[in-house]
C-alpha cells in the first residue's frame, strides 16, 4: 500500500469540517484540497482559528471530516474505521506536536522505542533505528536522558526523532518550533526539512512564523478555513 | 520492546516515592483484610479446636444442651449405649470443665477436656482407645494423672514433664506431650483421660455429680455417619447425636463470630477496592496529557488501559507481598493467649480477592481512558480539551 | 476557591468521598459492634447498683468458677465502710417457650442490697420462695409475657414470670432474675457437678458507705474472705468470659481501621498537590501566603472526611436497623461523636504532611514553566 514514486503521499480533495451546530457553527474547513508529494514539506500559515490544526487533525486520523476525501500513502483515511485509524496513526503519520511531546517517565530513546512499538516494528529493528537516529539528529550520549533533563530544542530533535522511527508516510509537524528561542527554532525546522527531503516523507508544518516557513518547498495560506497555496518557498 | 507492561513499570519506578506511597496505602488495606480473615480463623481455631482435632465421627450431646457441648450432660450409661450400636467403632466419654490452674507462667484459667476412660496401668491410651485423641506433635497421649495440651503453650513453659496443679480441688497433671489446635473457647486447654477428668471435677466439689458432656463416637469403616446418627440418637434416650462438623458450628457465638468477622472483611475489602480504584483513577487523570500524547500517537484505548491494569496488578502484587509479610511477622510474634495464624489458604485466598479487586478497581480509570479524544493532542498548553472528553461532533481540537 | 473547585468537579468529590466513606463505615460499624458487643455482654454487670464485686480466692475473677456459702454474707456486710452486701449467681442456659427456645442467662439474686435488678415495671420481682422470674424486656421480642412460663431444657423449676426489668444483658444473652434458691436449682439440673448441698452464691457484692475508702474496704473484705478477690464494677465487667478480649481485638481493629483512612488521606492529598504542583506556584507568585493555601487545601481534605463520616453514620443506622434484634451491635452517642472525631482527627493528620508541603511551594517554579 506505499504510494509510487510520482504519486502524491497527501492527497485532501474538498475537504470541510464545521464546529458546532446552528447558529453557534464554525467552519474550520471549507472545501480544502491539499497534495503533498514524497519528500516534499508544505508549510501551513495562517492566524488562530484558520483551520490549521484542523487540517493537521484531518490528515492524522484524528478528525474525521463532514464532506471530501483524504489519501495518506494509498490509504484513505476517511473510510477508516475508529480503531483502524489509530493503527493507521501508529503505521503512518508521524507526529511532532507543539508541547506533551515527549512521555516524561521514559528516557530518550525509550521514547522511540514505545512509538516502534506501537507501529509494531520488531524489536531489533527498532534498536537499531532508534540508536541511528539519535545519532543522525545530534543526540548521541542523552538516549538516557529523561525528557526533563533536556533542552527545549533537544526535546523537540527527540520528537522528530520519534516521528520519524516507524518510517512514517507523513509527518506533521504542529508548531514545533513554538517554545524554542529563534534560533534554536530555525535550526529545528531546518533538521524538520532535511530529514523529510532525505527520507521521502511528506511533511506538512504548521506555523505562524514566516521564518520557519522559509525552510519549506510551498507555503500554504489558511483563513476562515479555506486553503490558498501562496508561492514556493525556498528550501531552507 | 516498549510493551504495555514495560510502559506501567517505567512509569512507577519514575515516581518511586509516589509508587512507595501507592504500595504503602494498598498494602495496608490488604493488611486489614487479611488480619480481619486471620483473627477471624484465630478465633474460630481457639474456640472450636478441640473439637476440629477430636477424630470422632459423631459427638451425641443432651437434647437438651442445643448442641453446646457446655451446656450438655449426659447419664455415663450412655456410653455403653452407644458402645453397643452396629457400625460403631469406639465410644468414649467426653469432659469439659474449667479450672484455675497453677503451673509454670503462674496462674490462669484451664479448660480441661477429658477423653475415654482410663487404660490399664499407668501408661498412655493405645489401640482403639488412642482413635480418637488429637496426634501429638511431640510427646505422647496421657495417661492418668497425665495431660496433653496445646503446641502454642510449649513456648510459655508448659511443655512436657511440667506440671499442672488445678484448683479447686488441687488435683495435679504431669504434661505428656503436646498437640496443635486443641483449645476450646479461647482458653489454656489441657487435655486428660475422662477418668483423670472426672477426679479432678470431683475433687473440686465432693458434693456434685460427675458426668459426661457427651460421647464421642467413631464409625466403623464403610458406615455412614447419617444412618449411624439416627441408629444413636435412637438408642440413647434423651440424646442429639451432631456430625463433628455440625458440633464445631454449633459451639456457642461461632455462628455470630463467623458473621460478623465476614461482614468486617467484605467492608474491608470494598473500602480497599474503591480506595485502589480512586488512586488509580486519580494517577490516571493526573497522567491524562500522557495517555492523550500516546492516543494521539496512535496507541489504542486496549493497550493503555492494559498498562493502567497491568500497573494496577504490579502495586497490589507488591502490596499484598508487603501484607502478607506484615501478616506473617504479627503472626510470629503473638503470644499464646491469642495466637494469629495466616494459614496458606488464607494468603491464597485473600491473594484471589486482591486480583479481582484489582481488576475491578481498574474499570472506573480504564473507562477515563477509553473516553479520551486523541484529538486532544494537538490542543496549546492549558486548553481546555485536556479535560475528560466525551466524543462531541463539536469538539475542537 | 478551591472548595469551589471540588464542588465544580463533582466527579472527584464523589470519588473521594466514596472512597472516604468505606473505611469511616468501617471504623463506625466496628464502633457500634464493640459498643454493642460490650453491652451486651457486661450490661447487667454495668447497671449494677453494686460497688464492689468479691469472687472466691481461687477463682481468677471468674464468675462461673467462684463459689461462696450464703453464710459469708453477714461477716461481709458487718465489715467498716460496708452499706449492704449481697449475693449473685449466674447461670447461661437455654429455657423453652410455648413456641420457640431461647438461650438466656439466669441471674440468682437476693432481690434486696447492691446487685439486685432494679424494680420490675411492669409487674413484680419474685417473692422469697418463689419459682418466678422478672425478665429483661428484651425477651418481649421472643413472645414473653407477664404470667408466661420459662422450661428450663436442662431441668430444675419452671418459672412464671411475674416483671420485666430493665437490667441489660449478661455474655450477650437476655438475662432473667431468680432467687438464689432458685438459681442454685437451675444450676444443679444444668451442671450437676456444681450442685450444693448448702445454699451458694458465685459472688458476693458491696455497697459503700458514703466515707468508705475503695481500697481499704476491697482490703478487708478480702481477708475476711480467705483472700478472696475484690474488685470494683468496672473491673467487675471485664471479669465476664471473653469480654476483655473482645474490647482488645475490636480496639486494635478500629485503630488499624483509622491508620488506613489516615494513610489513604495523605496519599490522596499527596496527589492531588502533585496534580496542582504548578497551579498552586501560580498562586504563590500572584501572592497567596503558604498558610492560606494550607487552609484551602486541608479543607479539600476536610470536607469529603466530613461528607464521608456523616454517610457512614447513616449507612451504619441502616445496617443496625436491617440487622437481625442478635446482631450485636448498638451504636450511643458520646461513642459515635467519638469516632467521628477521632475519623476527622485521622484525615487530617494524614493531610498535614502533604498539604504543608504543596503550601510551601517555591513559586519559582511558574517562572521555569515559562
Given at each position: 500500500m506505499t504510494a509510487e514514486p510520482n504519486e502524491a503521499a497527501v492527497r485532501l480533495t474538498g475537504v470541510s469540517k464545521t464546529y458546532g451546530r446552528g447558529r453557534t457553527a464554525v467552519a474550520a474547513l471549507r472545501d480544502a484540497s491539499l497534495t503533498v508529494m514524497p519528500g516534499e514539506l508544505v508549510a501551513v500559515m495562517g492566524p488562530s482559528g484558520s483551520g490549521k490544526s484542523t487540517l493537521l487533525a484531518v490528515i492524522g486520523g484524528l478528525l474525521t471530516p463532514d464532506t471530501g476525501t483524504v489519501v495518506v500513502g494509498g490509504v484513505?483515511?476517511?473510510?477508516?474505521s475508529r480503531g483502524s485509524r489509530a493503527r493507521y496513526r501508529a503505521t503512518r503519520v508521524g507526529f511532532v506536536f507543539q508541547s506533551l511531546n515527549l512521555v516524561p517517565f521514559l528516557t530518550a530513546r525509550e521514547n522511540l522505542l514505545l512509538m516502534a512499538s506501537l507501529a509494531g516494528t520488531t524489536r531489533t529493528a527498532a534498536r537499531r533505528r532508534a540508536g541511528n537516529l539519535l545519532a543522525e539528529l545530534g543526540l548521541e550520549g542523552r538516549e538516557r536522558d529523561f525528557p526533563g533533563q533536556l533542552s527545549g530544542g533537544e526535546q523537540q530533535r527527540v520528537a522528530i526523532a520519534r516521528a520519524l522511527i516507524h518510517e512514517p508516510a507523513v509527518l506533521l509537524a504542529d508548531e514545533p518550533t513554538a517554545s524554542l528561542d529563534t534560533e534554536r527554532g530555525y535550526a529545528v525546522a531546518v533538521l524538520l526539512a532535511r530529514e523529510v527531503r532525505r527520507r521521502r516523507t511528506a511533511g506538512v508544518l504548521v506555523t505562524h512564523d514566516p521564518r520557519m516557513a522559509s525552510v519549506a518547498d510551498r507555503v500554504v495560506r489558511a483563513a476562515d478555513g479555506s486553503l490558498t497555496e501562496t508561492a514556493d518557498a525556498k528550501a531552507g | 520492546m516498549m510493551g504495555a507492561v514495560n510502559l506501567a513499570i517505567a512509569q512507577l519506578r519514575r515516581a518511586p516515592g509516589r509508587t512507595a506511597l501507592l504500595v504503602l496505602v494498598v498494602a495496608v488495606l490488604l493488611f486489614l483484610v487479611q488480619y480481619l480473615a486471620a483473627v477471624s480463623s484465630s478465633l474460630q481455631e481457639l474456640n472450636t479446636g478441640a473439637l476440629r482435632q477430636l477424630r470422632a465421627d459423631l459427638i451425641i450431646y443432651s437434647a437438651s444442651s442445643d448442641g453446646s457441648l457446655d451446656a450438655s450432660r449426659l447419664p455415663a450409661s450412655a456410653v455403653v449405649m452407644a458402645a453397643r450400636v452396629g457400625g460403631v467403632a469406639v465410644a468414649q466419654p467426653l469432659g469439659l470443665a474449667d479450672f484455675t490452674a497453677t503451673g509454670p507462667g503462674g496462674r490462669y484459667e484451664l479448660g480441661l477436656i477429658g477423653l475415654g476412660e482410663d487404660p490399664a496401668g499407668r501408661g498412655a491410651p493405645a489401640g482403639p482407645a488412642a482413635a480418637m485423641w488429637p496426634r501429638p506433635a511431640s510427646g505422647s497421649l496421657p495417661g492418668p494423672a497425665g495431660a496433653l495440651t496445646d503446641t502454642t503453650e510449649v513456648a510459655a513453659?508448659?511443655?512436657?514433664?511440667r506440671r499442672l496443679t488445678l484448683r479447686p480441688g488441687g488435683i495435679s497433671l504431669r504434661v505428656t506431650g503436646a498437640a496443635s489446635g486443641i483449645r476450646y473457647d479461647g482458653l489454656v486447654t489441657a487435655w486428660t483421660t475422662f477418668g483423670s477428668w472426672a477426679r479432678a471435677v470431683r475433687a473440686g466439689n465432693p458434693a456434685g455429680a460427675v458426668l459426661p458432656n457427651a460421647v464421642a463416637v467413631r464409625a466403623d469403616p464403610g458406615v455412614a455417619a447419617g444412618v449411624l446418627a439416627g441408629r444413636l440418637a435412637a438408642a440413647v434416650p434423651g440424646s442429639t447425636v451432631l456430625t463433628r462438623s455440625a458440633a464445631i458450628a454449633g459451639v456457642p457465638g461461632a455462628g455470630v463470630l463467623a458473621a460478623t468477622f465476614g461482614l468486617l472483611i467484605a467492608v474491608a475489602f470494598i473500602a480497599a477496592v474503591l480506595v485502589v480504584s480512586s488512586v488509580f483513577l486519580l494517577v490516571t487523570v493526573q497522567r491524562q496529557r500522557v495517555w492523550v500524547l500516546l492516543r494521539g500517537l496512535g496507541a489504542t484505548a486496549g493497550r493503555l488501559g492494559l498498562a493502567v491494569m497491568a500497573q494496577a496488578v504490579v502495586v497490589v502484587a507488591a502490596a499484598f507481598a508487603a501484607a502478607s509479610a506484615a501478616l506473617a511477622a504479627v503472626a510470629a510474634t503473638s503470644g499464646a493467649a491469642f495466637p494469629v495464624h495466616a494459614p496458606g489458604g488464607l494468603i491464597a485466598a485473600t491473594a484471589a480477592a486482591a486480583l479481582t479487586g484489582t481488576l475491578l478497581s481498574c474499570i472506573l480509570p480504564v473507562r477515563r481512558i477509553g473516553r479520551l479524544d486523541p484529538a486532544a493532542a494537538l490542543a496549546r498548553p492549558g486548553a481546555t480539551a485536556l479535560l475528560p472528553a466525551r466524543r462531541r461532533a463539536g469538539d475542537r481540537p | 476557591m478551591m472548595v469551589i473547585e471540588l464542588w465544580r468537579r463533582p466527579g472527584r468529590l464523589a470519588g473521594v468521598t466514596v472512597t472516604m466513606t468505606a473505611l469511616a463505615a468501617l471504623a463506625v460499624i466496628l464502633v457500634s459492634l464493640s459498643s454493642g458487643l460490650w453491652a451486651g455482654a457486661t450490661g447487667a454487670i454495668g447497671r449494677s447498683s453494686a460497688d464492689e464485686f468479691a469472687f472466691s480466692r481461687?477463682?481468677?475473677?471468674s464468675f462461673a468458677r467462684s463459689r461462696f456459702p450464703l453464710t459469708e454474707l453477714a461477716r461481709v456486710a458487718r465489715l467498716p465502710g460496708v452499706r449492704a452486701a449481697g449475693a449473685l449467681g449466674t447461670l447461661t442456659t437455654a429455657m423453652s417457650l410455648p413456641h420457640q427456645t431461647v438461650d438466656v442467662a439466669v441471674m440468682g439474686s437476693q432481690f434486696s442490697g447492691p446487685g439486685a435488678p432494679p424494680a420490675a415495671l411492669p409487674g413484680r420481682l419474685p417473692r422469697a420462695g418463689e419459682d418466678a422470674a422478672a425478665v429483661d424486656v428484651a425477651l418481649r421480642a421472643d413472645g414473653v409475657r407477664l404470667g408466661s412460663w420459662l422450661r428450663p431444657l436442662a431441668g430444675g423449676p419452671r418459672l412464671r414470670v411475674t416483671g420485666f426489668v430493665a437490667a441489660g444483658q449478661f455474655e450477650l444473652l437476655p438475662t432473667v432474675w431468680t432467687s438464689l434458691a432458685t438459681w442454685q436449682a437451675l444450676s444443679a439440673a444444668a451442671q450437676p457437678e456444681s450442685s450444693s448441698s448448702v445454699p451458694v452464691a458465685q459472688v458476693l457484692t458491696v455497697s459503700l458507705t458514703a466515707r468508705a475508702r475503695q481500697r481499704q474496704v476491697q482490703d478487708e473484705v478480702s481477708a475476711a474472705l480467705g483472700g478472696a478477690t475484690v474488685i470494683g464494677r468496672d473491673q467487675a465487667m471485664l471479669a465476664v468470659p471473653g469480654a476483655a478480649a473482645m474490647r482488645t481485638t475490636i480496639a486494635e481493629l478500629i485503630a488499624a481501621v483509622l491508620g488506613v483512612a489516615a494513610a489513604v488521606c495523605a496519599l490522596f492529598s499527596a496527589l492531588q498537590a502533585a496534580e496542582r504542583r504548578a497551579e498552586l506556584a501560580r498562586l504563590r507568585a500572584l501572592g497567596a501566603s503558604a498558610r492560606r493555601l494550607g487552609m484551602t487545601l486541608l479543607a479539600q481534605t476536610g470536607i469529603p472526611a466530613i461528607l464521608a463520616v456523616g454517610a457512614a453514620f447513616l449507612l451504619t443506622a441502616a445496617l443496625l436497623a436491617a440487622a437481625?434484634?442478635?446482631?450485636p451491635a448498638a451504636l450511643p452517642l458520646p461513642d459515635a461523636a467519638g469516632t467521628g472525631a477521632l475519623i476527622l482527627l485521622a484525615a487530617g493528620a494524614g493531610a498535614i504532611v502533604p498539604v504543608v508541603r504543596a503550601a510551601s511551594v517555591d513559586p519559582m517554579i511558574t517562572m521555569e514553566e515559562q
Amino acid at each position: 500500500m506505499t504510494a509510487e514514486p510520482n504519486e502524491a503521499a497527501v492527497r485532501l480533495t474538498g475537504v470541510s469540517k464545521t464546529y458546532g451546530r446552528g447558529r453557534t457553527a464554525v467552519a474550520a474547513l471549507r472545501d480544502a484540497s491539499l497534495t503533498v508529494m514524497p519528500g516534499e514539506l508544505v508549510a501551513v500559515m495562517g492566524p488562530s482559528g484558520s483551520g490549521k490544526s484542523t487540517l493537521l487533525a484531518v490528515i492524522g486520523g484524528l478528525l474525521t471530516p463532514d464532506t471530501g476525501t483524504v489519501v495518506v500513502g494509498g490509504v484513505e483515511v476517511t473510510a477508516l474505521s475508529r480503531g483502524s485509524r489509530a493503527r493507521y496513526r501508529a503505521t503512518r503519520v508521524g507526529f511532532v506536536f507543539q508541547s506533551l511531546n515527549l512521555v516524561p517517565f521514559l528516557t530518550a530513546r525509550e521514547n522511540l522505542l514505545l512509538m516502534a512499538s506501537l507501529a509494531g516494528t520488531t524489536r531489533t529493528a527498532a534498536r537499531r533505528r532508534a540508536g541511528n537516529l539519535l545519532a543522525e539528529l545530534g543526540l548521541e550520549g542523552r538516549e538516557r536522558d529523561f525528557p526533563g533533563q533536556l533542552s527545549g530544542g533537544e526535546q523537540q530533535r527527540v520528537a522528530i526523532a520519534r516521528a520519524l522511527i516507524h518510517e512514517p508516510a507523513v509527518l506533521l509537524a504542529d508548531e514545533p518550533t513554538a517554545s524554542l528561542d529563534t534560533e534554536r527554532g530555525y535550526a529545528v525546522a531546518v533538521l524538520l526539512a532535511r530529514e523529510v527531503r532525505r527520507r521521502r516523507t511528506a511533511g506538512v508544518l504548521v506555523t505562524h512564523d514566516p521564518r520557519m516557513a522559509s525552510v519549506a518547498d510551498r507555503v500554504v495560506r489558511a483563513a476562515d478555513g479555506s486553503l490558498t497555496e501562496t508561492a514556493d518557498a525556498k528550501a531552507g | 520492546m516498549m510493551g504495555a507492561v514495560n510502559l506501567a513499570i517505567a512509569q512507577l519506578r519514575r515516581a518511586p516515592g509516589r509508587t512507595a506511597l501507592l504500595v504503602l496505602v494498598v498494602a495496608v488495606l490488604l493488611f486489614l483484610v487479611q488480619y480481619l480473615a486471620a483473627v477471624s480463623s484465630s478465633l474460630q481455631e481457639l474456640n472450636t479446636g478441640a473439637l476440629r482435632q477430636l477424630r470422632a465421627d459423631l459427638i451425641i450431646y443432651s437434647a437438651s444442651s442445643d448442641g453446646s457441648l457446655d451446656a450438655s450432660r449426659l447419664p455415663a450409661s450412655a456410653v455403653v449405649m452407644a458402645a453397643r450400636v452396629g457400625g460403631v467403632a469406639v465410644a468414649q466419654p467426653l469432659g469439659l470443665a474449667d479450672f484455675t490452674a497453677t503451673g509454670p507462667g503462674g496462674r490462669y484459667e484451664l479448660g480441661l477436656i477429658g477423653l475415654g476412660e482410663d487404660p490399664a496401668g499407668r501408661g498412655a491410651p493405645a489401640g482403639p482407645a488412642a482413635a480418637m485423641w488429637p496426634r501429638p506433635a511431640s510427646g505422647s497421649l496421657p495417661g492418668p494423672a497425665g495431660a496433653l495440651t496445646d503446641t502454642t503453650e510449649v513456648a510459655a513453659g508448659l511443655g512436657t514433664g511440667r506440671r499442672l496443679t488445678l484448683r479447686p480441688g488441687g488435683i495435679s497433671l504431669r504434661v505428656t506431650g503436646a498437640a496443635s489446635g486443641i483449645r476450646y473457647d479461647g482458653l489454656v486447654t489441657a487435655w486428660t483421660t475422662f477418668g483423670s477428668w472426672a477426679r479432678a471435677v470431683r475433687a473440686g466439689n465432693p458434693a456434685g455429680a460427675v458426668l459426661p458432656n457427651a460421647v464421642a463416637v467413631r464409625a466403623d469403616p464403610g458406615v455412614a455417619a447419617g444412618v449411624l446418627a439416627g441408629r444413636l440418637a435412637a438408642a440413647v434416650p434423651g440424646s442429639t447425636v451432631l456430625t463433628r462438623s455440625a458440633a464445631i458450628a454449633g459451639v456457642p457465638g461461632a455462628g455470630v463470630l463467623a458473621a460478623t468477622f465476614g461482614l468486617l472483611i467484605a467492608v474491608a475489602f470494598i473500602a480497599a477496592v474503591l480506595v485502589v480504584s480512586s488512586v488509580f483513577l486519580l494517577v490516571t487523570v493526573q497522567r491524562q496529557r500522557v495517555w492523550v500524547l500516546l492516543r494521539g500517537l496512535g496507541a489504542t484505548a486496549g493497550r493503555l488501559g492494559l498498562a493502567v491494569m497491568a500497573q494496577a496488578v504490579v502495586v497490589v502484587a507488591a502490596a499484598f507481598a508487603a501484607a502478607s509479610a506484615a501478616l506473617a511477622a504479627v503472626a510470629a510474634t503473638s503470644g499464646a493467649a491469642f495466637p494469629v495464624h495466616a494459614p496458606g489458604g488464607l494468603i491464597a485466598a485473600t491473594a484471589a480477592a486482591a486480583l479481582t479487586g484489582t481488576l475491578l478497581s481498574c474499570i472506573l480509570p480504564v473507562r477515563r481512558i477509553g473516553r479520551l479524544d486523541p484529538a486532544a493532542a494537538l490542543a496549546r498548553p492549558g486548553a481546555t480539551a485536556l479535560l475528560p472528553a466525551r466524543r462531541r461532533a463539536g469538539d475542537r481540537p | 476557591m478551591m472548595v469551589i473547585e471540588l464542588w465544580r468537579r463533582p466527579g472527584r468529590l464523589a470519588g473521594v468521598t466514596v472512597t472516604m466513606t468505606a473505611l469511616a463505615a468501617l471504623a463506625v460499624i466496628l464502633v457500634s459492634l464493640s459498643s454493642g458487643l460490650w453491652a451486651g455482654a457486661t450490661g447487667a454487670i454495668g447497671r449494677s447498683s453494686a460497688d464492689e464485686f468479691a469472687f472466691s480466692r481461687d477463682s481468677l475473677g471468674s464468675f462461673a468458677r467462684s463459689r461462696f456459702p450464703l453464710t459469708e454474707l453477714a461477716r461481709v456486710a458487718r465489715l467498716p465502710g460496708v452499706r449492704a452486701a449481697g449475693a449473685l449467681g449466674t447461670l447461661t442456659t437455654a429455657m423453652s417457650l410455648p413456641h420457640q427456645t431461647v438461650d438466656v442467662a439466669v441471674m440468682g439474686s437476693q432481690f434486696s442490697g447492691p446487685g439486685a435488678p432494679p424494680a420490675a415495671l411492669p409487674g413484680r420481682l419474685p417473692r422469697a420462695g418463689e419459682d418466678a422470674a422478672a425478665v429483661d424486656v428484651a425477651l418481649r421480642a421472643d413472645g414473653v409475657r407477664l404470667g408466661s412460663w420459662l422450661r428450663p431444657l436442662a431441668g430444675g423449676p419452671r418459672l412464671r414470670v411475674t416483671g420485666f426489668v430493665a437490667a441489660g444483658q449478661f455474655e450477650l444473652l437476655p438475662t432473667v432474675w431468680t432467687s438464689l434458691a432458685t438459681w442454685q436449682a437451675l444450676s444443679a439440673a444444668a451442671q450437676p457437678e456444681s450442685s450444693s448441698s448448702v445454699p451458694v452464691a458465685q459472688v458476693l457484692t458491696v455497697s459503700l458507705t458514703a466515707r468508705a475508702r475503695q481500697r481499704q474496704v476491697q482490703d478487708e473484705v478480702s481477708a475476711a474472705l480467705g483472700g478472696a478477690t475484690v474488685i470494683g464494677r468496672d473491673q467487675a465487667m471485664l471479669a465476664v468470659p471473653g469480654a476483655a478480649a473482645m474490647r482488645t481485638t475490636i480496639a486494635e481493629l478500629i485503630a488499624a481501621v483509622l491508620g488506613v483512612a489516615a494513610a489513604v488521606c495523605a496519599l490522596f492529598s499527596a496527589l492531588q498537590a502533585a496534580e496542582r504542583r504548578a497551579e498552586l506556584a501560580r498562586l504563590r507568585a500572584l501572592g497567596a501566603s503558604a498558610r492560606r493555601l494550607g487552609m484551602t487545601l486541608l479543607a479539600q481534605t476536610g470536607i469529603p472526611a466530613i461528607l464521608a463520616v456523616g454517610a457512614a453514620f447513616l449507612l451504619t443506622a441502616a445496617l443496625l436497623a436491617a440487622a437481625p434484634p442478635q446482631f450485636p451491635a448498638a451504636l450511643p452517642l458520646p461513642d459515635a461523636a467519638g469516632t467521628g472525631a477521632l475519623i476527622l482527627l485521622a484525615a487530617g493528620a494524614g493531610a498535614i504532611v502533604p498539604v504543608v508541603r504543596a503550601a510551601s511551594v517555591d513559586p519559582m517554579i511558574t517562572m521555569e514553566e515559562q
